[in-house]
């Protein structure tokens, strides 16, 4: 076992989408909010998975869902545990209850923490990073 | 009826390391030095041992323990991959264990580096209950449990009007109590003042409202209950444990209720085991990742009501000769971060009467909790046998 500190990479963390969630990232760099929903019973879930909870199907769809949503609690993050976000520091990390179902944390921009509170109305927005991934961000209305 | 584990166990050996933050040991010889400790505090040797729990992952394996030690039979080689819940989860599993004489005494341990090696953002990139964090969080800067936890901590601010004045109730009087203990990482005393004007990791956790990232090892022995009455130490029984997974067990930030930790199912269980309440609690041992984690779980544990938790932590009810004394050791937050199995050697000690000048006066039941990964929970309920 190693007892040297492992720095962490300065790169910023990059999803690795599996077959399951390939449908979810695929549609944000399409500027799309693309969610899974159950071919059986019709529930939405998120994060993507191969079994509806519901009823068991192992069919599914993912369809386009509003980008609207109402903030359901935050953080700001001070300390940068992967350097790549040292620049960033302090961020705002919004936990959205989506009017279609399903909770997406994502950054917050263009507001101050002190406008923050539950219930906030918020916008979802798409970030390319890079050639295949584009990230969700929130903005306030 | 009785339940069919209660005090069937025993925790009959508990050992650890010094806690430092900087060692040149590996983490497997810390948890191998903890390990010998706890076997000759429980009068046994190496040969008695038939089945292991090893922290996972990070640490020794079966194997490692068989190379070492010498072990001639062992019998069980179990994983409970918990996180911060593990410790307390495998006296269940090592209680089912020796209940049923699948094995005779089985050691639990942990060795880490958590200071000297990798630090926990990159250590927790290895755990599989981290995956759906590591893709859908990390990216958007949000990874490491102060981060994750923080906005459940959050939410009960703005829901019930828990301060950080609250939080720092915890981080001072678990200061207190580490400075009586002598093997402390922290070994100085805090003050509210202090804790407020730490530096901000995560809002709201400040850096004295985290869990100390140090160097370690802990160990202990569950043997059957009617074994462990010949070994060297008093008898601690297992009077009720309890494992509890809760909803969306992989993801905070789908969880319906973010303040539902797997400990609503495992408290419940637990009490009904030992066939006691709340009240009967003479010294509890909180998992203490965070400040805000022992406030939400002195809630779910029934010692106050949903949302009461700030206000319960207040006026010296937490700490020595206080109505409920908690992390008499100094906990996660000031003695050391061996994945909470120093609460347990605590509880027992308290139990035992050797926990010098942290001893609560005549301690008979005491409760100790675990809570690890996105809120799996864990509880025993141990006492002082007559």
Redesign the interface.
């Known amino acids: 076992?190693?007892?040297?500190?492992?720095a962490?990479a300065p790169e910023?963390?990059?999803?690795?989408?599996?077959r399951d969630?390939q449908p979810y990232w695929d549609g944000l760099r399409e500027g799309k909010l693309m969610l899974q929903h159950c071919a059986s019973c019709g529930k939405v879930r998120?994060?993507p998975r191969p079994v509806c909870p519901h009823c068991l199907s192992m069919e599914s769809e993912f369809k386009a869902a509003p980008l609207t949503g109402k903030l359901?609690?935050?953080?700001?993050?001070?300390?940068p545990?992967?350097f790549f976000?040292k620049a960033?520091a302090?961020?705002i990390?919004a936990?959205v209850d989506m009017d279609a179902g399903?909770?997406?944390?994502?950054?917050l921009r263009g507001i101050t923490?002190d406008a923050l509170?539950?219930g906030l109305p918020l916008w979802l927005q798409f970030e390319p990073?890079s050639k295949e991934?584009t990230?969700?961000?929130f903005v306030a209305g | 009826m009785a339940h069919a584990l209660r005090d069937k166990a025993a925790i009959s050996g508990i050992g650890e390391t010094a806690y430092t933050r900087g060692?040149?040991?590996?983490?497997?010889a810390l948890q191998l030095e903890a390990s010998l400790k706890a076997i000759e505090d429980a009068g046994l040797s190496p040969r008695d041992i038939d089945g292991v729990v090893p922290y996972f992952p990070g640490?020794g394996i079966a194997e490692d323990f068989i190379a070492n030690l010498g072990l001639p039979d062992l019998t069980l080689s179990l994983f409970v991959p918990m996180g911060g819940a593990t410790c307390v989860a495998a006296i269940q599993s090592a209680a089912m264990a020796v209940a049923t004489g699948v094995c005779k005494n089985v050691l639990i341990s942990v060795g880490r580096?958590g200071y000297?090696?990798?630090?926990?953002?990159?250590r927790l990139q290895q755990f599989p209950q981290f995956a759906?964090a590591?893709?859908?969080?990390?990216?958007?800067?949000?990874?490491?449990p102060?981060?994750l936890y923080?906005?459940?901590a959050?939410?009960h601010m703005?829901?019930y009007g828990t301060t950080p004045r609250h939080m720092a109730e915890v981080a001072v009087t678990t200061r207190r109590h580490a400075i009586l203990n002598g093997n402390v990482v922290m070994n100085k005393p805090l003050t509210v003042e202090e804790h407020h004007a730490s530096?901000?990791?995560?809002?709201?956790f400040r850096l004295f409202d985290c869990s100390l990232e140090s160097d370690g090892g802990a160990a202990i022995i569950v043997s059957a209950a009617d074994r462990a009455r010949d070994l060297r130490k008093p008898l601690v029984t297992v009077m009720g444990v309890a494992e509890g997974h809760p909803e969306s067990p992989a993801?905070i930030?789908?969880r319906p209720d973010?303040l539902d930790f797997g400990l609503v199912k495992a408290a419940q269980r637990g009490y009904a085991m030992a066939g006691v309440g709340p009240k009967d609690i003479d010294v509890a041992e909180v998992y203490d990742c965070f400040t805000f984690t022992v406030i939400r779980q002195l809630e779910i544990l029934g010692f106050c009501k949903e949302g009461e938790g700030g206000p319960f932590v207040m006026e010296g009810r937490i700490g020595l000769g206080g109505a409920l004394p908690i992390n008499t050791h100094g906990g996660l937050l000031s003695q050391g971060h061996v994945v909470g199995l120093n609460h347990v050697i605590e509880l027992t000690r308290q139990l035992r009467r050797e926990a010098g000048k942290a001893q609560v006066e005549d301690a008979e039941v005491g409760l100790v909790t675990g809570y690890g990964d996105m809120g799996d929970g864990s509880l025993a309920i141990l006492r002082r046998a007559a």
Not at chain 1, 102 to 107: G, K, L, T
């Open positions: 076992m190693s007892t040297v500190a492992i962490p910023r963390p990059m999803p690795v989408p599996t969630s998120h994060y359901h609690t935050w953080t700001v993050c001070h300390h545990f992967n976000f960033e302090p961020y990390v936990l399903v909770r997406i944390n994502a950054p923490e509170k539950i990073v991934v990230l969700p961000l | 060692t040149a040991k590996s983490g497997l640490g580096t000297s090696g990798a630090r926990v953002s990159t759906l590591a893709e859908f969080e990390a990216p958007i800067g949000m990874f490491a102060a981060q923080a906005q459940g959050r939410r703005e829901l530096r901000m990791i995560s809002d709201p993801s930030a789908q973010l």
